[in-house]
């Protein structure tokens, strides 16, 4: 089956404390990319990338980093969380850059205390 | 850079009526996808109907439809015979067609969506 998958769904964690999201997409998709979503805000990307090692900011980059060394997988790393980064986030990925096609994963609820 | 706009925060009908959800869109480019994704209680992101701009057609998908209007930048969303399962959340969602446009990002630039409600 032809799917994105997020790790872990549900996180509780405090300010500070390293961790890091999985994302990976089975589909030998090209582009994959981070959203966050927040109420009120709708979704924003935070990161992209359109193959391997290539990687480039979103519009709200700030406190995230990510890696594309496979082309499944794409981790968004959180170095210092802080309270202000929860929120819901979102991987998706898509065959090719600007595709008419695009998959999402089912969502990973962050709460930074 | 795109924005889209979804002014109706909240809306309410009452189950097996027909309900329009407004977005509105602006941008420069003339090749483009315009999407609607729901968002149930669950937080999954569902594909509900897309439209590509070059397409006149408006897109149908069973008792969803859309109204795009291209020169209006307008691309409403109509639910016909609303059902209890289309309570949720509502995203309009823009995507340019064209390569590194937008400042590269290449991705979806979402509204802030509508709740819809549906009335038993």
């Known amino acids: 089956e032809a799917q994105v998958t997020q790790n872990p769904r549900y996180l509780i964690t405090v300010t500070g404390k390293k961790l890091t999201v999985t994302c990976s997409q089975n589909?030998?998709?090209?582009?994959m990319s981070w959203y966050r979503q927040d109420p009120g805000l709708g979704l924003r990307q935070i990161y992209y990338?359109?193959?391997?090692?290539?990687?480039d900011k979103g519009d709200v980059p700030e406190g995230y980093k990510v890696s594309r060394k496979e082309k499944r997988n794409f981790p968004l790393i959180l170095e210092s969380p802080s309270p202000n980064q929860t929120s819901l986030y979102f991987c998706?990925?898509?065959?090719?850059?600007?595709?008419?096609?695009?998959?999402f994963g089912p969502g990973t609820r962050l709460t930074v205390t | 850079a795109q924005t889209v706009t979804q002014s109706q925060p909240e809306m309410s009908v009452q189950e097996a009526e027909t309900v329009t959800l407004s977005c509105t869109y602006d941008?420069?480019?003339?090749?483009?996808?315009l999407f609607w994704y729901k968002q149930p209680p669950s937080r999954q992101m569902i594909l509900v109907i897309r439209?590509?701009?070059?397409?006149?057609q408006n897109a149908t998908e069973n008792r969803f439809s859309v109204n795009f209007q291209k020169a209006a930048k307008s691309f409403s969303l109509k639910i016909s015979d609303s059902q209890l399962g289309d309570a949720a959340m509502y995203f309009c969602?823009?995507?340019?067609?064209?390569?590194?446009?937008?400042?590269?990002?290449?991705?979806?630039?979402f509204g802030k969506g509508t709740h819809l409600i549906i009335q038993p």
């Open positions: 998706a990925s898509s065959p090719r850059p600007n595709s008419y096609e695009q998959y």
């Open positions: 990338s359109m193959n391997v090692e290539v990687t």
């Open positions: 589909m030998n998709h090209e582009y």
């Open positions: 439209q590509e701009a070059y397409k006149q």
């Open positions: 969602a823009y995507r340019s067609d064209t390569e590194n446009s937008g400042g590269g990002a290449d991705g979806l630039t």
């Open positions: 941008t420069s480019e003339s090749d483009y996808y």
